[in-house]
């Protein structure tokens, strides 16, 4: 497992965009995928994107062509642009990690953030 810190949330109004952040200590970054998950009040965890080793990304239908997941590796950082965001975008984010592929469930990721709030209103 791998230590994983969020930043870069915060009050955005409809429209409006993000970029989240996501560090990454204690392993070979470059071994592992890199996902963004979210939760609001009451919901379960679900899938935002991932990126894998080989750069290979996939996006939640719900946020395709409005978020973009991308990593530095040298940085060892994994970000979230997000755009267009919508008062359904309001949740906690989490960043998570797994050596190897990691897929839309939960239970594919063994290592998580702490979360960073993201809140859209008016």
């Known amino acids: 497992q791998v230590q994983l810190v969020e930043s870069g949330g915060g009050l955005v109004q409809p429209g409006g965009s993000l970029r989240l952040s996501c560090a990454v200590s204690?392993?070979?970054?470059?071994?592992?995928?890199a996902g963004w998950f979210r939760q609001a009040p009451g919901k379960d965890r679900e899938f935002v994107a991932r990126i894998t080793f080989l750069s290979g990304t996939l996006y939640a239908p719900s946020v395709k062509d409005r978020f973009t997941i991308s990593r530095d590796n040298a940085a060892n950082t994994v970000y979230l642009q997000m755009k267009s965001l919508k008062p359904e975008d309001t949740a906690v984010y989490y960043c998570?990690?797994?050596?190897?592929?990691?897929?839309?469930?939960?239970?594919?990721?063994?290592?998580w953030g702490q979360g960073t709030q993201v809140t859209v209103s008016s």
């Open positions: 204690g392993g070979t970054f470059s071994t592992y995928s």
């Open positions: 998570a990690a797994v050596q190897g592929y990691g897929g839309t469930a939960v239970k594919s990721w063994d290592s």
